[in-house]
C-alpha cells in the first residue's frame, strides 16, 4: 500500500519541534492559535516513534521469511549514522571555540564519558546523559533501541499469537506505561529527565505504531466516519485528562497517541483532502531532509547565533525564519551529499 503522503508529516513535526526549540514566544508563533500548537510541539517526538513503528510493520509485516538482524540493523545505522556522527562533531567543535577559542562561559562542557555515550546511542540510558553533547540526539538513542528491539518483537512475539491478543497485550502495555511513568515522576522528581527521556518510557509509541502498521496491512480499512469521530473523541479525552488531572498528568511520553494514531490512519488511508497534496514530489523530499532538520538544528542554531553575537546582533523573528531557511538547505545539501551516498557504501559492505 502506497503510504508516501505521511513522508511529509515528519517535515511538518520536526519543523514545529525546532520552533518549540527556539522561537516559542516570538512572532508569529506567539500568536493565539498558532501558539497552542507550538507549545505542546515536542510532543511530535511521540509521533516519530509511533510512525516509525508504524513504517517498519508495513515494510516487514507481510514478509515471509524472518528479518536478518545483522542485515536490519546494518541498514538502519546506514540510514541514521553519518549525520548523527557529523552533528555530533559540529556540537564538539561548537563547544570548543566557545571555551577554548573565544574564552566564554558555558553552562556545559563535554566529557568524554558524555561523548563515547553518544557515539555509542546510549546516552538515554544514563541518568543525567540524554541532554549531552546535541540534545535532539536523545531521540536516536531511544530510536536506536527500537531499532534492536524491532526484529526480536516481529520474528518472535508479533507472528506467533493471535492478533486480538496482540493488541491486548500493547494496550494493556501502553496503560501501564502511562500509569507507571506518571507514578515514578511524581515520586522520584529527582530522576525526573531520566524518565522522561529512557528508552523504556517510550517504548510504548513504538509498539502501538507496530500494531497500527500491522492492522493497516491486514485487516480491512477502517471507514473515515469512525476514524473523524475517534479523532475528535480523541481530542476531547486529551483536553478531558488534562483539565481534570489539573496538569498533573504528562503527556510527553506517549499519551498523545490518543490523537495520534486516528490522525496517522486518517492520512494513510488516504482519506484527508489534503493526502494527495502531501504526495507532490517537493513536498516528499521536504520528508527526506526532515532527519536533518531534526539532527543539525542545534549545531546550526549555535553557531548561527555566535556569529549574530560576534557581530553584534541578536536573534529575532526575522532573523530567526533565516536561520529555519539556512536549515533546510543545510539539510537538503547533508541529505543529497553525506546521508544517501553514505548509506549507500554502508549497505553495500558485506559481512564476512
Known sequence: MDTSQLTFTRFIAAILIVIFHFAEGSFPFNQPIISLIVVNANYGVSYFFLLSGFVMAVAYGKKSEPIKYK??????????????????????????????????????TPETFDVVLNILMLQSWVPDKAMTVNVPAWSLSVEWFFYVSFPFLLNYVYQRISFKKLGISIMVFFILSQILFNAFIRVFPRFGLYFM???????????????VGLYFITHKPISSAKLYIGLLLSVISIAAINYLSKGWVIFTNGLFLIVFVPLLLIFAYNYSPISNIFRK????????????????????????????????????????????????????????YIEKPLRDRIKNIRFV
Open 281 to 336: 514530489k517537493f513536498l516528499q523530499y521536504l520528508g527526506e531532509i526532515s532527519y536533518g532538520i531534526y539532527i543539525l538544528q542545534f549545531p546550526l542554531y549555535f553557531f548561527f547565533t555566535a556569529l549574530l553575537t560576534f557581530s553584534g546582533h541578536k536573534i529575532n523573528s526575522l532573523l530567526f525564519i533565516v536561520y529555519l531557511c539556512l536549515l533546510i538547505l543545510a539539510s537538503a545539501f547533508s541529505y543529497n
Open 71 to 108: 542485515a536490519f540493523l546494518k541498514n538502519r545505522l546506514a540510514r541514521i549514522f553519518p549525520l548523527y556522527i557529523l552533528a555530533m562533531l559540529a556540537m564538539l567543535l561548537y563547544y570548543y571555540l566557545r571555551i577554548e577559542i573565544m574564552g566564554m562561559a558555558s553552562n556545559y
Open 197 to 211: 527521556y529512557n528508552p523504556l518510557f517510550h517504548l510504548n509509541s513504538f509498539v502501538v505504531g507496530n500494531f
